[in-house]
T-cell receptor
């Protein structure tokens, strides 16, 4: 089961681009990389998922190098409402019999005005 | 779609009492997950089902916890007897399948055991 390591917390000013890097040295061939966002008093919410290279949607971008041992979630021009905990998960969702995506402690992003 | 529905949203009970948490997954989803979240331990996967069948309950903390999924639209998580250390937010999530599929979380049940 691939384990992930990400910073415990980050601070940013409004309007800045925020990059949160996640390390997953033991990622397996079938594993995908998925990021979730959790606001206080709410359940986690899917942000983005990728396998390799770059994925972009209306919320964020996900950069994955060729060796896939790390990934970077990029949030463009953050606002106060982006203050949340961001989780990096690696796995194949349980398809191979392994435990589905495991949530670590996440990165607590605080956006300052 | 209404999303994942959980009830109750808040539960306060006394130690030793039975607690039942309920979850209605998104219609058409085949996989259902129960999580517990505390400040100390973060978000922990307790048990998950696929096509109403429990696949892995290794995350269930002890025999006081049990979960059922009698049909595709309903699941329960029961704690009997409850203890103060069970106080946490319990989330239910569902996905269309297990493989790399997005999990959709409910609003959670905030449980306080006195």
């Amino acid at each position: 089961l691939a384990k992930t390591t990400q910073p415990i917390s980050m601070d940013s000013y409004e309007g800045q681009e925020v990059n949160i890097t996640c390390s997953h040295n033991n990622i397996a061939t079938n594993d995908y990389i998925t990021w979730y966002q959790q606001f206080p008093s709410q359940g986690p919410r899917f942000i983005i998922q990728g396998y390799k290279t770059k994925v972009t949607n209306e919320v964020a971008s996900l950069f994955i190098p060729a060796d896939r041992k790390s990934s970077t979630l990029s949030l463009p021009r953050v606002s106060l409402s982006d203050t949340a905990v961001y989780y990096c998960l690696v796995g194949d969702g349980g398809y191979s019999g392994n435990t589905p995506l495991v949530f670590g402690k996440g990165t607590r992003l605080s956006v300052i005005a | 779609d209404a999303g994942v529905i959980q009830s109750p949203r808040h539960e306060v009970t006394e130690m030793g009492q039975e607690v039942t948490l309920r979850c209605k997954p998104i219609s058409g989803h085949n996989s259902l997950f129960w999580y517990r979240q505390t400040m100390m331990r973060g978000l922990e996967l307790l048990i998950y089902f696929n096509n109403n069948v429990p696949i892995d309950d290794s995350g269930m903390p002890e025999d006081r916890f049990s979960a059922k999924m009698p049909n595709a639209s309903f699941s329960t998580l029961k704690i009997q007897p409850s203890e103060p250390r069970d106080s946490a937010v319990y989330f239910c999530a569902s996905s269309s399948s297990l493989y790399q599929e997005t999990q959709y979380f409910g609003p959670g049940t905030r449980l306080l055991v006195l």
